[in-house]
């Protein structure tokens, strides 16, 4: 019988996995979480892996294997897997009877023809691309709370969706001009694993833009704020620190606004989403803002004419981006407050 | 009779004058440098100072005096002092018979109003303005070489500048679109001014937006490249690093070019100037490659249309952005190689 | 009637404040709590002034006013103010029948002259110095739990007692030879008022040592380790990170030692404590593992010839080494689970 | 014919080899530089592999080759290889005639067994072991000056020998008790092959000891200063900075010593040796006076009663700790001023 409330967690060396550990072990509706890993080098213990997780009582560490998750009690199950990880393993767990969330790019798109031109993998999991819902809580809730199978949304498409889609919704984007999205993020965005360029000297008292014109979670983007290709440029640099995502995103607007008209917007449009805060006219959200939380904080200057707007929008990519975003999720598949263990 | 060679340098309290100290105590065309601040506590060495310009000679000290640096055989005059500082002296010090360069604010503008609009200070120095040569080498060399007085550019202005010139002059830009400049700043960019919001806690693992719709550098910015206020947006953000400056770009080309023809058109514009260096296509520089320099380096990257370019403009904020490119505007007054002492 | 889950705060402004705020907010066992300070500039809400805090309700914000503490129901009060201020608030808080824990060194000697002489502060408050309890709880929760004014330890002291009190008390620390103190903090130590020394550009890619054989956390390491200022070289380093302290510390050995026996001499020590984490043999604690926790971390090495120690004990300055501390404190008072809200 | 002046660079691809190149591009005695690494991956040219090296000359790189060496007109080789490398090929160069410094361990002991046992490695260079002056010009510049084979200092012995060794000759180092070396280096100093402990965000915010009573730099400071292993302890911290060393000795004095007689021995020691400077009594240099120099500089602190002294000593791990004093050893050897190109 699967209790929905124990955990399996598949993939924990990684940035993403330990704040899911974290999390998990500190959320008051999860009964059981067991961490699955392909090394375990003889460790029984998350603990012993991660020492800074003891005295918060000593999870089971298990070498990954379909077989033990899918013959325990698990009814739900994280996959901080790569992408070609999570394609093979997603629907084996969903065919056991096990609910998934999956933190990797294999389930964010309908269509298998997104993934591979985005992602240049093969689709062993193309099947089951229909069936995954979005989880980007604020938007697609309803469709959350029923799902078996959930693609956590990219950690800088959650930054660049959220301030986008009421703006879009309301028919306030001007088409004929572009979209810039100019978007920083720390370096546990980009992994764990050793590279040159990730080395501490290589990021320490440096900045760069990578990935011009051709990032992943573009076609995210895209998806769901509505906007065309041909209207959006996306670019994202590397900045010298930890984590934390800040977007600065320009717009022109398709009529006068006011900074009172756009705070309201924004106000209304998010009232009852707790995890996103909308700040004042005249002040921005910073990084330290938002660090260590699962926050997504938006702020805004408006030019004096009314026409173009700078939107400033904040999350940690390892909270709200990224594991924050999937207890969230997990919340909602729980029938719980949405934001619980989050605060 | 006065030494062009023999250099006052008023003001080496902050980043910009001990960036200005380092370069000129190791200028091979400078005779003799003299430092002035206004509270020098009993010192009479800069190496008292800063000791770690010990052992590059003992420059001297002296209180700030118009009297002492007239009566001085001094031909040059640097103000690393602030806008409204500068406004008062440098006036005095062309009257005296010195060559001013200036690196605040004060000279950068044509107009009174320009002036009091963006810095809301007073213009004693109104009559003034109409003199002063605006001193960015690579545009300006002749002016300058002849120059009395040179306002040394802004940091984030040089950055945003030098790589939109070219496209300007050949009439690349789309009119109707808007030029966004998405600039991100070192520390040292704010002065030394202890600041709650420069202590060391508030900028480290922190990302900030500032001065939406309201920076200074805007109307040098507009002033050289042409463009109308109204189709530009300048945004600046303040990175956890000391020094450096990485501008984002964004243009919407008024013909479909090739990254062969944009890097063609930036090889052929800055061919002789060294200071500049030009990226290959698909490569983009980093802070790193221009720290502790006095290069300017610039990369891009073309959507595939061909009608979106995205510029990415690199400058170390103290050495190209204020205290080197015051020692090329040197070097160009003394009739000397553009260079000496900055490579 | 007053209530001691229901707390003041006085002095908020600082970093110690802000966390000591983040944590009670979270407290489970906390039911109302007020924050004072100074300068309110008309703020009602402590989210007003630190937006990162919406969300977690809307704790009150009240001009510091010992009539408006006194005329409330608290029962406790946390004293975040500096050295002076808290000399002469804490007796009249005590008079009025509250419970005082106070963060600063005001109280943690039990005479007049050791405060004098270190502090070079008047001693308004020599009258209470006795009643104080010096609030390590390690070492003496018993008189913690029925004090009425707790002496908050110092950041350096905390990471430096914990590890010498238990070779002290099995006298393992050979008497004729120094005991090294090789202390090193992160920014957030030296407060948050705005020092050119604290300058993001003067700390950042900068360590530097400070307080050579005068730093005012000694004779509080004096005392609780009962060792004889002779015998104790402490030194303190300002590190280019917000958080943490490291502490590595030199002991020679009054008789021959093994791994195994120093560790299980740690292990007994503090079997019952949880806040304090003795680490394997061969393990050394980094800062990263205490960040942002109220843990105590302690590794060691021992030469080959097992006489010579080398301790390494890892806090954060803010958590166990101040307003994490003060809370393990509270627990204590309130006579509930010493660590809860602190996991 | 071999030109001293015409230099081969050996292994150029770490933060060694960059920083060797940096300095001998703008080194006015050296007549040509030619760079050699094992995978050139088709560059022809220095600064391909690193643009920020542009616009000082088109330095010629080449495949790693010591046939090619040896048939050019290269007189002096530096090593920038590993260990086990530069014990292969220093011994091939110098039978053809080059001079060589070795940036490596493989030279700086003269027996085997004291490399076998501190670096496990063979010992094919065993018969030059005797050959190789240690290359730290302030102790030996007359061997120095002779050397065919210059073994270039640790970074951490150079920051730690140079301090102590006036105290040594002096015979003010108290026999019975321990010098104690508390080191702190940054990143740069553990190479740049990417290694997961390496990883921005595992040094970022972080902090921590290593590698305690097992440094490889143990001998180089035994052999050099005169102190028994029983009497030194030397430990290691990796800082969160790009570059840097700072050493916080503590010493124990064999007799009472005054601020002014410690001051006194160390100017008289080291008054003809322009790159170690000495701090006034009362002072400390940091980390910042040293970036990107090659100074070494030392400061100190004495207690109250004369007999416990703090050395502070910092240095640049890669100017004074590494290229910065081989290129100072190349001057000795071709006979021109010390600090030629290093001011």
Redesign the interface.
Known sequence: MRDPRNIAVLGVSG?TGFELATLLL?HPAVTQSTFYMRETNGHQCLSELF??L???GEAPLRPLSLEAITASAAGTAFLATPHEVSAELAPRLLDAGLRVIDLSGAFRFSTPDTFTSWYSLPVPHAARLGEAVYGLPELYADQIRGAKLVANPGCYATSVILPLRPLAEADLIAPL??V?C?C?S???GAG?????D?????????????N??SHRHTPEILEHTGLPE?QV?F?T?L??????I?S?I?V?LASKQTPESIEQLYRQYYAAK?MV?I?PAG???????????N?S?IGF?L???GR?L?L?SCLDNLGKGAAGQAIQNLNLMLGIEEHTGL?
Not at 198 to 209: G, Q
Not at 239 to 244: C, F, N, Q
Request: aromatic fraction near 10%.
């Open positions: 940035y500190h020492p800074q003891r005295a918060r001009q572009n810039i100019d920083k720390g370096a546990t764990k694993d050793p590279r040159r990730l080395h501490f000297a290589e990021v320490d008292e440096n900045f760069r833009a990578y011009l014109f041909s440029v670019t640099h900045l010298p620190v930890a984590r934390g800040l600065t320009y022109s707790r805060r700040w002040n921005l959200p910073e990084l330290q803002h938002v660090a260590n939380t926050f904080d200057a030019d004096a004419q173009r700078v400033v605060l």
